[in-house]
């Protein structure tokens, strides 16, 4: 989403450069590292577009195989002890106005982990779209980004789905 409300171009459609990224929910303050999700309208949800946005959304490709590591949980995983349960739900718990940067440490030092350890990206549950992935890519060089879809947010519908307890 662009704040000066012009679309992308193909040159733009990069992660920010590298000491110029603010902190987010797995990477540390000035690391720079690009943000996906596998369908355009997880890329919408994530990215929270307001009434009026302009939101370009780009596809990616790799020049080379990727080791990707998948947090995603299955039927094997879903134990309450399991490390792929408990990470993976870390890594898609919702930024939220009122979090630290703090908050994310964890999550922070478990990519700069992975990296270190030969890793390309890191495959998890969207936060705001329930059966949308994303991907968090830690080697930036073997992609290349394409303009995919430009457009202007006219509305959203929500589809509110809930439960009332009693008190």
Not at 83 to 99: A, L, N, T
């Amino acid at each position: 989403m662009n704040k000066t409300g012009e679309y992308f171009k193909d040159q733009d459609l990069q992660a920010p450069p590298q000491g110029k990224a603010g902190g987010g929910r797995m990477n540390p303050k000035g690391i720079s590292y690009l943000y996906a999700s596998e369908t355009e309208t997880t890329v919408i949800t994530e990215v929270r577009p307001w009434i009026g946005a302009t939101v370009t959304i780009a596809e990616c490709q790799t020049k080379a195989p990727l080791k990707i590591i998948n947090m995603i949980p299955d039927s094997a995983t879903s134990k309450t002890n399991s490390y792929k349960r408990v990470i993976g739900q870390e890594f898609s718990r919702p930024v939220r106005p009122d979090s630290s940067e703090i908050d994310y440490m964890p999550t922070q030092f478990i990519t700069e982990y992975l990296r270190d350890q030969g890793v390309d990206g890191v495959k998890y549950s969207s936060a705001t779209h329930a059966g949308g992935n994303n991907y968090l890519f830690l080697t930036l060089i073997i992609l290349v980004l394409r303009l995919s879809v430009a457009l202007k947010l006219r509305g959203l519908t929500m589809i509110i789905n809930y439960n009332l307890e009693k008190r």
